[in-house]
Protein backbone atom coordinates (compact mmCIF):
# COMPACT_ATOMS: atom_id res chain seq x y z
CA UNK A 1 0.00 0.00 0.00
CA UNK A 2 1.41 3.17 -1.09
CA UNK A 3 1.33 5.97 1.43
CA UNK A 4 0.65 3.89 4.16
CA UNK A 5 2.36 4.87 7.36
CA UNK A 6 2.20 2.55 10.56
CA UNK A 7 1.76 4.33 13.80
CA UNK A 8 4.43 5.18 16.02
CA UNK A 9 3.98 2.90 18.86
CA UNK A 10 4.54 -0.18 16.14
CA UNK A 11 7.88 1.74 14.86
CA UNK A 12 8.88 2.18 18.68
CA UNK A 13 8.17 -1.11 19.80
CA UNK A 14 11.47 -2.96 20.15
CA UNK A 15 11.37 -7.13 22.12
CA UNK A 16 14.11 -8.31 23.96
CA UNK A 17 15.23 -11.58 22.49
CA UNK A 18 13.65 -13.39 26.00
CA UNK A 19 10.18 -11.24 25.46
CA UNK A 20 9.76 -12.43 22.17
CA UNK A 21 10.62 -16.00 23.29
CA UNK A 22 7.88 -15.47 26.23
CA UNK A 23 5.36 -14.37 24.00
CA UNK A 24 5.82 -17.06 21.42
CA UNK A 25 5.23 -19.57 24.24
CA UNK A 26 2.35 -17.85 25.91
CA UNK A 27 0.35 -17.76 21.87
CA UNK A 28 1.48 -21.59 21.58
CA UNK A 29 0.07 -22.52 25.05
CA UNK A 30 -3.34 -20.39 24.25
CA UNK A 31 -3.92 -22.50 20.90
CA UNK A 32 -2.47 -25.70 22.50
CA UNK A 33 -5.57 -27.98 24.31
CA UNK A 34 -4.39 -30.93 25.54
CA UNK A 35 -7.48 -32.90 26.06
CA UNK A 36 -8.73 -31.82 22.44
CA UNK A 37 -9.71 -35.47 20.63
CA UNK A 38 -8.35 -35.77 17.03
CA UNK A 39 -9.15 -38.31 14.79
CA UNK A 40 -6.55 -41.03 15.13
CA UNK A 41 -6.26 -42.28 11.93
CA UNK A 42 -5.89 -38.19 10.58
CA UNK A 43 -2.95 -38.09 12.48
CA UNK A 44 -1.06 -41.10 11.85
CA UNK A 45 -1.33 -40.42 8.30
CA UNK A 46 0.02 -36.50 8.60
CA UNK A 47 2.39 -37.94 10.70
CA UNK A 48 3.74 -40.65 8.65
CA UNK A 49 4.60 -38.31 6.07
CA UNK A 50 5.88 -35.94 8.11
CA UNK A 51 9.54 -35.26 9.70
CA UNK A 52 11.33 -38.23 10.65
CA UNK A 53 12.10 -36.76 14.00
CA UNK A 54 8.07 -36.56 14.61
CA UNK A 55 7.16 -40.50 13.28
CA UNK A 56 8.26 -42.16 16.89
CA UNK A 57 5.50 -40.39 18.34
CA UNK A 58 2.71 -42.35 16.37
CA UNK A 59 3.57 -45.38 18.78
CA UNK A 60 2.89 -43.44 21.38
CA UNK A 61 -0.79 -41.51 20.69
CA UNK A 62 -3.40 -43.06 22.89
CA UNK A 63 -6.63 -45.00 21.09
CA UNK A 64 -9.31 -43.23 22.78
CA UNK A 65 -12.90 -44.65 21.42
CA UNK A 66 -15.11 -41.59 20.67
CA UNK A 67 -17.94 -40.84 17.84
CA UNK A 68 -17.03 -38.49 14.90
CA UNK A 69 -19.98 -34.97 13.91
CA UNK A 70 -22.10 -37.50 12.01
CA UNK A 71 -22.30 -39.97 15.51
CA UNK A 72 -20.44 -43.15 13.87
CA UNK A 73 -18.21 -44.49 16.22
CA UNK A 74 -14.78 -44.25 15.18
CA UNK A 75 -10.87 -43.99 17.50
CA UNK A 76 -9.30 -41.06 18.20
CA UNK A 77 -6.36 -39.25 19.91
CA UNK A 78 -4.73 -36.45 21.93
CA UNK A 79 -1.82 -35.42 20.67
CA UNK A 80 1.53 -33.91 22.22
CA UNK A 81 1.65 -30.12 21.74
CA UNK A 82 4.91 -30.57 19.48
CA UNK A 83 2.15 -32.17 16.96
CA UNK A 84 0.11 -29.38 17.31
CA UNK A 85 2.59 -26.72 16.20
CA UNK A 86 3.22 -29.20 13.04
CA UNK A 87 -0.51 -29.17 12.17
CA UNK A 88 -0.44 -25.54 12.47
CA UNK A 89 2.47 -25.54 10.02
CA UNK A 90 4.83 -23.60 12.60
CA UNK A 91 7.28 -26.34 12.94
CA UNK A 92 10.81 -25.77 11.92
Known sequence: MEGFLLPNIFIEMKLRESQLVKLVRKVLKEQYEEDRLYPKEYIVKVLRSGPQELKHLIKKLP????????????ICTKIPEVVQVYLSGRYE
Request: net charge negative; proline share 8%; with cysteine.
Open 63 to 74: SIPCSNGKGEET
